[in-house]
């Protein structure tokens, strides 16, 4: 099981370009999530898909938008990146469980946008 | 706004002291709060969470207190260890619509030897 990964580990960017972040899970669940995480304002949700083939804004979703690919695949991308988007990027899953719901959290992508 | 307040931002504890996070939260129709861990350069990692129907739950050295009618709660670290030193999250939750989590804002933990 590798959980949630994510790729790129790290990407560096120039104002106005273009760029999609992976995401995938192979634990079946069928809630995925994208955070962003910027110093002192914890993780903020960008778009979450709560099953195949849905998807909804969360907190903080302009600039971003989303693909629900598969069960397994949830993608973020930045049509034309911003300085303001420069942060580091968490997917998750949801795992719901008696007693219990559990997110899985990916290791995260790094963003600089210059 | 649902908001999930966080203090303190950062802590320092001497090895084998008590590290005390404290969460509050504004909608009362949350019913789910975990508490996540994060060490550097890696993800969060759920450690331990709880229901609204009970006060407390202790799970080795960690403990969530929980109070409904102040509408916070707090984790206890016992014993606190340097492989303690991460940063915590709070978050609260709609159980049965667990589609959003809401965060706090983080506690940098850091264990003096």
Same mark, same amino acid.
């Given at each position: 099981?590798?959980?949630?990964?994510?790729?790129?580990?790290?990407?560096v960017l120039k104002t106005?370009?273009?760029?999609?972040?992976?995401?995938?899970q192979d634990m079946n669940?069928?809630?995925?999530?994208?955070?962003?995480?910027?110093?002192?304002?914890?993780?903020?949700?960008?778009?979450?898909?709560?099953?195949?083939?849905?998807?909804?804004?969360?907190?903080?979703?302009?600039?971003?938008?989303?693909?629900?690919?598969?069960?397994?695949?949830?993608?973020?991308?930045?049509?034309?990146?911003?300085?303001?988007?420069?942060?580091?990027?968490?997917?998750?899953?949801?795992?719901?469980?008696?007693?219990?719901?559990t997110q899985y959290f990916?290791?995260?992508?790094?963003?600089?946008?210059? | 706004?649902?908001?999930?307040?966080?203090? &303190?931002?950062?802590?320092?504890?001497?090895?084998?002291?008590?590290?005390?996070?404290?969460?509050?939260?504004?909608?009362?129709?949350?019913?789910?709060? &975990?508490?996540?861990?994060?060490? &550097?350069?890696?993800?969060?990692?759920?450690?331990?969470?709880?229901?609204?129907?009970?006060?407390?739950?202790?799970?080795?050295?960690?403990?969530?207190?929980?109070?409904?009618?102040?509408?916070?709660?707090?984790?206890?670290?016992?014993?606190?260890?340097?492989?303690?030193?991460?940063?915590?999250?709070? #978050? #609260?939750?709609?159980?049965?619509? #667990?589609?959003?989590?809401?965060?706090?804002?983080?506690?940098?933990?850091?264990?003096? &030897?």
């Amino acid at each position: 099981n590798a959980g949630v990964t994510q790729t790129p580990k790290f990407q560096v960017l120039k104002t106005g370009q273009s760029m999609t972040l992976q995401c995938a899970q192979d634990m079946n669940h069928n809630s995925m999530y994208w955070y962003r995480q910027d110093p002192g304002m914890g993780l903020r949700l960008i778009y979450y898909s709560a099953s195949e083939g849905t998807t909804d804004k969360g907190e903080v979703p302009n600039g971003y938008n989303v693909s629900r690919l598969n069960k397994r695949e949830f993608s973020l991308r930045l049509e034309s990146a911003a300085p303001s988007q420069t942060s580091v990027y968490f997917c998750a899953s949801l795992k719901v469980k008696q007693a219990h719901t559990t997110q899985y959290f990916g290791p995260g992508t790094r963003l600089l946008v210059l | 706004q649902q908001q999930v307040k966080q203090s &303190p931002q950062s802590l320092i504890v001497q090895k084998g002291g008590i590290s005390i996070i404290n969460c509050a939260y504004e909608n009362t129709a949350f019913d789910y709060f &975990p508490w996540y861990q994060q060490f &550097p350069g890696k993800g969060p990692a759920l450690l331990i969470a709880i229901r609204p129907d009970v006060s407390e739950k202790k799970e080795g050295r960690f403990t969530i207190s929980f109070n409904k009618s102040a509408k916070q709660f707090s984790l206890h670290i016992m014993d606190s260890q340097p492989g303690d030193s991460a940063t915590y999250f709070c #978050a #609260a939750a709609l159980y049965s619509s #667990a589609s959003k989590i809401i965060f706090g804002s983080g506690t940098r933990l850091s264990i003096r &030897p």
